[in-house]
């Protein structure tokens, strides 16, 4: 795992890259660590504290080589992103979701206990205007159940009409074989089909 905090520092584009974007306290460590099935992402104690990309290896078994590049960026706050993006944003993040050539998929995740939130609204706004493939990742998503879970992502829908929303349990595994299944599908054109064996990481 690399912790980076400008761009002259982001290891070459060699990779396809998948960024997972969210306010603090959505569960980002939590669903980084369950995609990878290790603690490696940190979990978080203090909102927002963390301040740099890290960007973590993943290597399926087997495999000599890495795939895969996961970036966690910085969780935002719960002001508007606007002035989140414009001012408290480092600006290392701006440039490395518009120009960064490996990035082939941004992972927005959104609490699906919370109702529609104007900085997820700003955020998705701005990574459609610069055209980057996006999924909605609704979290927490055992938390809900049947028909309430169902109203919600609904809500989610009617909201994001133009993105594919999957529902996730970092607690329960839910959802867990669909994302990897969206991940390969959009990094696939970046290099070799990923394979069926299941993700290790390694530190960069
Ligand atoms: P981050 O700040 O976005 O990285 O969020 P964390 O992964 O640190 O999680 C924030 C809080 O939400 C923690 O208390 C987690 O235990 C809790 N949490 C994360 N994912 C889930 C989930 O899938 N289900 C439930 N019930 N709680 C979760």
């Avoid at 082939?104 to 997820?120: E, G, K, R, S, Y």
């Amino acid at each position: 795992m690399m912790s980076v905090s400008d761009p002259s520092q982001f290891p070459a584009p060699v990779l396809p890259e998948v960024a997972f974007l969210g306010r603090s306290n959505v569960g980002k460590s939590s669903v980084i660590n369950s995609l990878l099935g290790s603690k490696i992402a940190k979990t978080s104690s203090t909102p927002g504290r963390t301040r740099s990309i890290n960007f973590f290896e993943v290597r399926w078994a087997g495999k000599p080589e890495p795939e895969l590049i996961f970036t966690d960026l910085p969780g935002y706050g719960y002001a508007k992103i606007s002035r989140e993006i414009s001012h408290q944003w480092p600006s290392f993040i701006d440039p490395y979701l518009k120009e960064r050539p490996c990035l082939a998929l941004c992972v927005t995740l959104i609490d699906v206990n919370v109702p529609p939130q104007p900085p997820d609204r700003e955020l998705l706004d701005f990574l459609y205007g610069i055209k980057r493939p996006t999924l909605i990742v609704a979290t927490k998503s055992d938390k809900l159940s049947g028909n309430r879970l169902h109203n919600a992502l609904q809500t989610l829908g009617r909201e994001y009409p133009e993105s594919h929303i999957l529902p996730y349990s970092a607690k329960t595994g839910a959802g867990r074989q669909e994302l990897w299944q969206e991940i390969r599908k959009q990094t696939s054109d970046f290099g070799p089909q990923a394979s069926d064996l299941g993700p290790q990481t390694s530190a960069l």
